[in-house]
C-alpha cells in the first residue's frame, strides 16, 4: 500500500512541477477551457435530466425478477434455516 501512495504521490508532484513550468497565458488558457469543458457537460446533463422528466409516460415498470440462481445452500443459510425454525416454535 506504501509503494502505491509513493508512486502516487510522485506522479502528482511531477505533473505540478509541469503545471508551474508553463507560462501564466498557457496556464489560463488551459484553465478556461478545463472550466468550459465541465460547463458544458454539466449543462448537458442538466438539459438531459429535464428532457427525460418532462416526457407523458415517465413510469416506472416494476416486473417479476427472472433468473433466480438455484445454487445449493451454504452451511450460513442452513444454519440460519435451523435457528429461525428453532426461534418459530
Known amino acids: 500500500m506504501k509503494r502505491i501512495r509513493d508512486k502516487i504521490e510522485y506522479y502528482s508532484l511531477k505533473v505540478d512541477n509541469h503545471w508551474k513550468i ?15 469543458g465541465y460547463a458544458l457537460l454539466t449543462l448537458l446533463v442538466i438539459v438531459s435530466v429535464c428532457k427525460s422528466t418532462s416526457q407523458r409516460n415517465n413510469e416506472i415498470s416494476i416486473n417479476h425478477i427472472d433468473g433466480i440462481s438455484k445454487s445449493p445452500q451454504t452451511k450460513d443459510t442452513i444454519r440460519a434455516d435451523k435457528i429461525n425454525s428453532l426461534i418459530k416454535k
Open 22 to 36: 508553463l507560462p501564466v497565458q498557457r496556464q489560463r488558457l488551459l484553465t478556461k477551457l478545463f472550466f468550459g
